[in-house]
Each structure stands twice: as structure tokens, then as C-alpha cells.
């Protein structure tokens, strides 16, 4: 169980460095060469909120199985709380 989470864990923090690369390339209109078809999702930052979002929940998941020491759930609620952070900024629309 822990290996497929660790799995999990590191494709999702892959897709959201992907997501953070194209999200630049887009917002900064690094990617004029192309006609913004497959770019036309990463022109805000909500899909790389959700990214993030999804990243600090296994993180967080993660990190509160591995209950050893006092520093490994104090790392889980932080990475809670980030994952929180990322909801209350789709909510509110920042884009």
C-alpha cells in the first residue's frame, strides 16, 4: 500500500511540475509558434491549482502514514493546510 501511494505521490508531483512549466510558457507567451491548441487550458492558474491541490493531499496522506516522529505530522497538517490554501484560491477565482 505504501509503495503504490509513494507511486501516486511522485506522478502526481511530475504532472504538477509539468503544469507549472506550461503554465508559464503560457502566461508569458513563450508559446506564440503554436496556435494554442493543446496551451489553451494552462492560460490561468486553476489548472495548476488543482494540480497543487491534488499534489498536497497525497503529500499530506503520505506523510500521516509514516506517523514516526512528532516532525512527520507536523509536515502532513502543513501540507493540509497548502492543499487548503490551493481550494480557497479556486474558490475565490484567482486566474
Known amino acids: 500500500?505504501?509503495?503504490a501511494l509513494?507511486?501516486?505521490v511522485w506522478l502526481s508531483v511530475t504532472c504538477t511540475i509539468f503544469t507549472l512549466m506550461l503554465t508559464l510558457?503560457?502566461?508569458?507567451?513563450?508559446?506564440?509558434h503554436f496556435n494554442n491548441?493543446?496551451?489553451k487550458?494552462?492560460?490561468?492558474y486553476s489548472t495548476l491549482q488543482w494540480c497543487i491541490f491534488f499534489t498536497m493531499i497525497l503529500l499530506g496522506i503520505r506523510l500521516f502514514s509514516y506517523k514516526d516522529n512528532m516532525k512527520s505530522s507536523t509536515y502532513s497538517?502543513?501540507?493540509?493546510?497548502?492543499a487548503a490554501c490551493a481550494m480557497v484560491f479556486l474558490v475565490i477565482g484567482v486566474s
Do not use: D
Not at 510558457?25 to 506564440?32: K, P
Open 41 to 44: 487550458f494552462f492560460n490561468g
Open 1 to 3: 500500500m505504501k509503495k
Open 37 to 39: 491548441f493543446c496551451f
Open 25 to 32: 510558457l503560457t502566461t508569458y507567451y513563450f508559446n506564440y
Open 77 to 82: 497538517y502543513v501540507c493540509f493546510f497548502m
Open 6 to 8: 509513494n507511486i501516486l
